[in-house]
């Protein structure tokens, strides 16, 4: 996602926060985020180009081989080196610190929880799934009505702006508000359905990763070739999956739903 997206996710994912997770995220914030999970969510994408942060830029997807509408970790994510294995890395490096305060080993947990947050919204972004040989979409140029951009931007950033304009006065608390209670009496029928973590299990990415591809396949690489103009069909039908991945970036992660002692020191 782009800034809009990522703020949205974590807005939205603060909102289900535990007491103790409230209170452990306050202390890891930086002072500048001023209380605020969702003023630091943009901030991997901020550094990742900078020479010491080069090593983060492949944290932020897991592609899958060229027409492989499925997702496999050992194949999609060599060495851990993915956003899936960044999950499972910083969800342990958070876990880890919160049972054992004593722990020689020190992680840095500020930074722990801003790629935590960052990577839960980009697993659920479907075409951070998607093929290897298009980077995930950017190597497909299209139109988005008539301006000129690449598939991987239309669902990071074109579908939430269009929306932005057209339905929610141009404002994102506007439709974050409008998220919050499609959450609540919306999809309140399947929403218990999308938190799968067990409580013996750390982090649960792999899920929402095979979620991610076979939506990359079944709406953002359909009838989206290159040179292809998406307009108003394209839109009105994609809208409703970009929507609803913003609000499932909440799942599990970070205390909410079936993990409320990740925090408790
Ligand atoms: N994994 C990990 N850390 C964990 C759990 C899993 O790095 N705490 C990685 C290694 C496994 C892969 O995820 O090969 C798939 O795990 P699973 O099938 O349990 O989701
Ligand atoms: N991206 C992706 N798959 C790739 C390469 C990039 O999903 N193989 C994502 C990461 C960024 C976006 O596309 O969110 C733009 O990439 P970059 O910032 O590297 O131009
Ligand atoms: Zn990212």
Redesign the pocket.
Known sequence: WGDDGHYAVCKIAQGYFEEETVVAVKKLLPAYADGELAAVCSWP?EI?RLPQWKWT?AL??A?TPDDKCYYDYSRDCPNDWCVTGAIFNYTNQLMSASKDSQSIVHYNLTEALMFLSHYMG?VHQP??E?F?GD??G?KVKVNWYNQETNL?RVW?DMIIESALEKYYNSSLSVMIHALQDKLKYGWSNDVWSWGSCQLNQTACPNPYASESIDLACKYAYRNATAGTTLGDYYFLSRLPVVEKRIAQGRRDSLGSDSKPNLFCE
């Open positions: 994408d990742k830029a932020h997807f592609d980009d075409l951070h998607g290897l980077l995930g950017n991987h990071d």
